[in-house]
């Protein structure tokens, strides 16, 4: 199910730090990548696609992704799933105070061998 229990899509967080601990560079890496799946507006401003976006939460780069992106276009969802995963990326899950700047994350490492 890619909602939680409140209605809100399940958001995960890929975080700039790999399973070993290591920092994952280069630094810019969610920007990059967001990039790849975003678009110009009228304005000529980059839009990024809808459930995926560039954030910082507790002083780390990462990138949000909504899980609804997993039903509405299957291969960005794959696409970045699979730069996680060869980039051996942490994973987490977006615990609902942390959607406004507080709370904590669980990790969703066992859960994205299903998705």
């Known amino acids: 199910m890619n909602t939680t229990e409140s209605g809100r899509s399940r958001k995960l967080i890929i975080l ?3 399973e070993d601990g290591s920092r994952f560079r280069p630094s ?3 920007e990059r990548l967001s990039a790849t ?4 507006g009228p304005d000529h401003r980059l ?9 910082i939460i ?5 990138l949000e992704v909504d899980a609804c992106l997993q039903e509405q276009n299957p291969a960005a969802y794959e696409y970045i799933m699979a730069f ?9 899950e ?12 669980r990790s969703a490492q ?3 061998s299903h998705a």
């Open 28 to 30: 810019d890496w969610s």
């Open 37 to 40: 799946l975003a678009s110009f």
């Open 47 to 55: 839009r990024y696609a809808p459930g995926v976006r560039p954030r």
């Open 94 to 105: 977006l615990a609902e105070g942390e959607r406004d700047g507080e709370g904590t994350s």
């Open 110 to 112: 066992g859960q994205l």
């Open 58 to 62: 507790r002083g780390q780069k990462c």
């Open 16 to 18: 700039g730090v790999r």
């Open 84 to 92: 996680a995963r060869a980039n051996r990326l942490r994973i987490e």
